[in-house]
């Protein structure tokens, strides 16, 4: 009997702590877009861009991201450039509790070339990671990050990472 109360009281301890556990996502979520193409003598760009309505606009706290060219090209990381209109993407959540990300994305973006961030130079068939630097938009205006590639003839990936807080 003293062996059944005692396992008893273990298994109703390992309870209570394992209720006691938050079970409720992270308070900021992870997004990605992905684009790859192969332009034929023209530029390629890839963009996250806020939400047009200030009710369901969410700051954006740029993650990181990488890119990729075929051939040597330069990659460009602007913001705030004219909105985004041509092609919706898809944005991905990194966490399967995430709802929706609030940001838009634009595969072959034709927003506005904005505020040159980082200017980077590849040879062909190089890869480069870019880290965050501490880039963000706020929520007054609709911004957007854009990474847009040279003209080339060739194939370029692009990646974009950021945050939504919830």
């Known amino acids: 009997m003293k062996g059944l109360l005692r396992l008893l009281v273990i298994v109703l301890a390992v309870a209570i702590r394992l209720l006691a556990q938050p079970n409720s996502a992270p308070a900021t979520r992870l997004y990605s877009a992905y ?4 332009p034929s003598g023209t530029a390629y760009a890839l963009t996250i ?11 954006i706290q740029f ?3 990488a890119v990729y060219c ?3 090209c330069t990659i460009t990381l602007s913001i705030q450039g004219t909105a985004a ?11 399967t ?4 990300a609030s940001a838009s994305v634009y595969t072959n973006s034709d927003a506005g070339t904005g505020t040159m961030i980082c200017r980077y130079v590849l040879s062909a068939g190089q890869q480069l990671d870019i880290t965050p630097n501490g880039l963000h938009l706020g ?6 990050i854009t990474l847009r590639s040279s003209v080339i003839s060739g194939d370029v990936k692009l990646l974009l990472m950021w945050s939504e807080p919830q």
């Open 63 to 65: 993650s990181g991201g």
């Open 85 to 95: 209109a041509n092609t919706l993407g898809t944005a991905t959540a990194l966490d």
């Open 49 to 59: 861009q806020q939400s047009g309505s200030v009710a369901t606009r969410r700051q």
């Open 35 to 38: 684009a790859e193409a192969s």
């Open 139 to 144: 929520t007054t205006t609709q911004g957007n």
């Open 97 to 100: 509790r995430a709802p929706s």
């Open 70 to 72: 075929s051939v040597a």
